[in-house]
């Protein structure tokens, strides 16, 4: 608490500064500055300070040095509030109950034909219905885990900026009066940091928030993006994205339905079944976002030309920093993280490609036109492209897709889907990048480990060409 009187009973609202910057503000919204100071301020068009404002900057200032305010380098609360505001741009209806029952008997007919196409088993299911809002709640703390290495960088590489001003500041050296009553520079930027670091936090839950609320408005389903990003044995579909998805497509809404929950149904399994796929793509994310070089030349850029008497400053440092803040060229080991992450990537979404084809093509009379429509959505990357881009730096596409699938079409049809289910029992035992590169030498060495190409070989081989050739891959 500041020694100097209040006369008018008013709260203080520089009381719990630091007591240099406190005192600063004082003077200042009182109009007491040191001659040389003031000088220096109506050269920069400074001479009249709103004390109101610099009041609200004072408010602004107390919130963020708050031990209590402060939510780590992401804020999830301030991420889901922004995330659900952009989700209802468009308009976000609650799930009406006959919904809701359509996706519950859409996911048991899912079950029943799964059962006879895969080993993997059922489990247990939560069967939903979510409004976008819905996704978001449940999917918001998942992403904040993925960005928290990047955000704590970026707060980190603004701290060594702030630092960095500081030491050029000291060194070319302070003239007479540049501070009010022998302020010490260092004190404020000490104070600064915190309030820099609240600032990043502000930053990256925004852009969370804007990222998560635009694919709310986009996915069909809770791991549409194949990222374990619900509960565990939860199947979520999200009818109000499955009816913009079916506008254009000449096929029933009801076998839209049910095609798009037998994939989420699988990929539901697979990430139940299969304990280390879940983790596997997580960490792979996480280690490229880890290893995330930030831009610093532009954060110096951002906060060299700052005025810190305009109590907008934090506003304008914000849009400054805001965007794509990394660096252009990848480290070697974000290039081994990519690498893992698009082949295990391809390999899920591959898998439930092959899995969903054989539990519907002979029950969905437009399954060949439903599966179409959902590689081409794929391809185009759209929201979920943009989402990765700017909260890891990377764009992300399982680029070796068809590939995968032809690898699990092949080794099904050599030793049967108990084996092709074999397949993800160990990550050792799993397809890698190079097996994708060689179909038919990966099928011939796990199922008989070796020996030269037969008959079959040949023709898997002619199978694959002419679908290499047809897609032009």
Same mark, same amino acid.
């Given at each position: 608490?500041?020694?100097? +009187?209040?006369?008018?009973?008013?709260?203080? +609202?520089? @009381?719990?500064?630091?007591?240099?910057?406190?005192?600063?503000?004082?003077?200042?919204?009182? !109009?007491?500055?040191?001659?040389?100071?003031?000088?220096?301020?109506?050269?920069?068009?400074?001479?009249?300070?709103?004390?109101?404002?610099?009041?609200?900057?004072?408010? &602004?200032?107390?919130?963020?040095?708050?031990?209590?305010?402060?939510?780590?380098?992401?804020?999830?609360?301030?991420?889901?509030?922004?995330?659900?505001?952009?989700?209802?741009?468009? !308009?976000?209806?609650?799930?009406?109950?006959?919904?809701?029952?359509?996706?519950?008997?859409?996911?048991?007919?899912?079950?029943?034909?799964?059962?006879?196409?895969?080993?993997?088993?059922?489990?247990? #299911?939560?069967?939903?219905?979510?409004?976008?809002?819905?996704? *978001?709640?449940?999917?918001? +703390?998942?992403?904040?885990?993925?960005?928290?290495?990047?955000?704590?960088?970026?707060?980190?590489?603004?701290?060594?900026?702030?630092?960095?001003?500081?030491?050029?500041?000291?060194?070319? !050296?302070?003239?007479?009066?540049?501070?009010?009553?022998?302020?010490?520079?260092?004190?404020?930027?000490?104070?600064?940091?915190? #309030?820099?670091?609240?600032?990043?936090?502000?930053?990256?839950?925004?852009?969370?928030?804007?990222?998560?609320?635009?694919?709310?408005?986009?996915?069909?389903?809770?791991?549409?993006?194949?990222?374990?990003?619900?509960?565990? $044995?939860? *199947?979520?579909?999200?009818?109000?994205?499955?009816?913009?998805?079916?506008? !254009?497509?000449? #096929?029933?809404?009801?076998?839209?339905?049910?095609?798009?929950?037998?994939?989420?149904?699988?990929?539901?399994?697979?990430?139940?079944?299969?304990?280390?796929?879940?983790?596997?793509?997580?960490?792979?994310?996480?280690?490229?976002?880890?290893?995330?070089?930030?831009?610093?030349?532009?954060?110096?850029?951002?906060?060299? =030309?700052?005025?810190?008497?305009?109590?907008?400053?934090?506003?304008?440092? &914000?849009?400054?920093?805001?965007?794509?803040?990394?660096?252009?060229?990848?480290? +070697?080991?974000?290039?081994?993280?990519?690498?893992?992450?698009?082949?295990?990537?391809?390999?899920?979404?591959?898998?439930? @490609? #092959?899995?969903?084809?054989?539990?519907?093509?002979?029950?969905?009379?437009?399954?060949?036109?439903?599966?179409?429509?959902?590689?081409?959505?794929?391809?185009?990357?759209?929201?979920?492209?943009?989402?990765?881009?700017?909260?890891?730096?990377?764009?992300?596409?399982?680029?070796?897709?068809?590939?995968?699938?032809?690898?699990?079409?092949?080794?099904?049809? $050599?030793?049967?889907?108990?084996?092709? =289910?074999?397949?993800?029992?160990?990550? =050792?035992?799993?397809?890698?990048?190079?097996?994708?590169?060689?179909?038919?030498?990966?099928?011939?060495?796990?199922?008989?480990?070796?020996?030269?190409? =037969?008959?079959?070989?040949?023709?898997?081989?002619?199978?694959?060409?002419?679908?290499?050739?047809?897609?032009?891959?």
């Amino acid at each position: 608490m500041s020694d100097q +009187p209040n006369p008018t009973g008013t709260p203080d +609202p520089f @009381d719990g500064l630091p007591p240099e910057l406190a005192d600063m503000l004082r003077s200042m919204a009182a !109009g007491r500055l040191d001659p040389a100071m003031a000088q220096m301020m109506e050269q920069l068009g400074m001479a009249q300070l709103d004390p109101a404002m610099l009041a609200v900057a004072g408010q &602004q200032l107390q919130a963020m040095l708050r031990p209590t305010a402060d939510a780590g380098p992401v804020d999830v609360e301030q991420a889901t509030a922004v995330a659900r505001s952009a989700a209802a741009v468009d !308009g976000d209806p609650s799930v009406l109950e006959a919904r809701r029952r359509e996706v519950a008997e859409a996911a048991r007919v899912a079950r029943l034909w799964l059962d006879s196409v895969t080993e993997l088993p059922a489990h247990d #299911v939560d069967a939903v219905a979510w409004s976008r809002a819905e996704w *978001v709640e449940a999917t918001v +703390p998942v992403w904040g885990e993925l960005v928290t290495p990047v955000a704590t960088g970026v707060a980190d590489a603004v701290g060594r900026a702030l630092r960095g001003q500081l030491d050029r500041l000291t060194d070319a !050296g302070l003239p007479p009066g540049a501070t009010p009553g022998g302020l010490d520079p260092t004190a404020i930027v000490g104070a600064m940091e915190p #309030v820099m670091r609240r600032l990043s936090s502000a930053m990256f839950s925004l852009e969370l928030g804007q990222a998560v609320g635009g694919l709310a408005g986009h996915v069909v389903s809770g791991t549409e993006v194949a990222l374990p990003l619900v509960p565990a $044995r939860t *199947v979520a579909m999200i009818p109000s994205n499955i009816d913009a998805f079916a506008e !254009g497509l000449e #096929v029933d809404p009801a076998e839209l339905l049910i095609y798009l929950t037998v994939r989420e149904s699988a990929r539901a399994r697979l990430f139940a079944g299969v304990p280390w796929v879940g983790p596997g793509l997580l960490a792979a994310v996480r280690a490229y976002a880890g290893d995330i070089r930030i831009d610093t030349d532009r954060i110096e850029s951002a906060l060299q =030309d700052i005025d810190p008497g305009d109590p907008s400053a934090m506003s304008a440092i &914000q849009e400054r920093l805001s965007g794509n803040l990394f660096s252009a060229q990848p480290s +070697p080991a974000q290039k081994a993280a990519l690498t893992r992450l698009e082949t295990l990537l391809a390999l899920v979404e591959g898998w439930v @490609d #092959v899995v969903t084809d054989r539990a519907t093509r002979h029950q969905l009379p437009d399954a060949a036109a439903l599966g179409e429509a959902v590689r081409r959505r794929r391809a185009t990357g759209g929201p979920t492209e943009q989402a990765f881009a700017h909260l890891v730096g990377l764009e992300l596409r399982p680029r070796r897709l068809r590939d995968a699938a032809n690898l699990w079409a092949a080794l099904e049809d $050599r030793a049967g889907q108990a084996r092709r =289910d074999e397949a993800w029992h160990h990550p =050792d035992l799993a397809p890698t990048a190079e097996d994708l590169d060689d179909i038919l030498g990966y099928v011939e060495r796990v199922t008989s480990g070796g020996g030269a190409p =037969d008959a079959l070989d040949t023709e898997l081989e002619a199978l694959l060409d002419a679908e290499r050739g047809s897609t032009g891959e």
